[in-house]
């Protein structure tokens, strides 16, 4: 069966419209919700040890920043509604952080994926580590020479937001997940349909008159995660 994330993320507004998308998500069918998880000091790196530059949205993104409280409220609101709960780590602390309230695995961000100290930290914990990557990766990582890499699942991605093209495998066995960047449900349906075991997809609150949240462009709307979520399950019954 597919695990299906509904990516929150940077995309909501207050910690009230992210309490509104995990209801949302759960309703739509989604498996799990996952966020972000930030400091001021990591919010802008494009990778470790690159240059440092400073985030056009950076004010917007240190207003919905997640400390260890809040990641624990939005826990127990995700418990409450019956949708599993976890996050990207973006700096160790922070895997301890989401080990403490109990996530079930770790998301690493394609800009951290030979970010070794992360890693380890995550990989340390016993628990499953999704790390986003490329084609290149697999040759180059030595992640793949881990003792304990029958914990580890890699997620092809696309490090574009949005992609100018999508270019998908022809199979999903090497690559057992995929994060979709487009505002669409058809790439993560054919991942789905080349067996895809993870699809992790950008979800929108409703825009309104208010600032739009920071990845609209490469987001869905619920309705159209409902639908992505319908359509999987009855693959998922054809192929049974």
Not at 61 to 85: P, R, S, T, Y
Not at 96 to 124: E, H, Q, S
Not at 134 to 144: A, K, P, Q, R, V
Not at 225 to 233: A, F, G, P, T, W
Request: proline share 7%.
């Amino acid at each position: 069966m597919v695990l299906i994330v509904a990516e929150i993320g940077v995309n909501f507004r207050d910690i009230r419209e992210a309490e509104r998308m995990i209801g949302l998500a759960k309703r739509a069918g989604a498996d799990a919700v996952k966020f972000q998880v930030y400091d001021t000091e990591n919010l802008y790196k494009i990778f470790p040890g690159g240059d440092v530059l400073l985030h056009p949205k950076r004010e917007q993104l240190i207003e919905i920043m997640l400390d260890k409280d809040k990641l624990q409220h939005l826990k127990n609101v995700a418990d409450g509604a019956g949708i599993e709960f976890f996050a990207t780590p973006m700096f160790p602390e922070a895997v301890g952080w989401l080990n403490d309230i109990g996530v079930k695995r770790f998301k690493i961000r394609y800009a951290d994926k030979y970010n070794t100290p992360l890693l380890k930290k995550a990989m340390d914990t016993g628990k499953q580590v999704i790390i986003s990557c490329d084609f290149m990766y697999t040759i180059l990582s030595d992640t793949w020479h881990q003792p304990d890499f029958n914990k580890i699942s890699l997620m092809y991605c696309i490090p574009e937001y949005p992609p100018a093209e999508i270019v998908l495998p022809q199979v999903f066995s090497v690559f057992t997940g995929y994060s979709n960047h487009y505002p669409s449900i058809v790439p993560p349906l054919v991942a789905a349909a080349r067996g895809c075991k993870i699809l992790e997809v950008h979800v929108k609150p409703h825009l309104g008159e208010d600032e739009p949240p920071i990845d609209v462009a490469v987001s869905i709307t619920f309705s159209e995660l409902r639908e992505l979520v319908k359509l999987v399950r009855e693959m998922e019954e054809v192929v049974r």
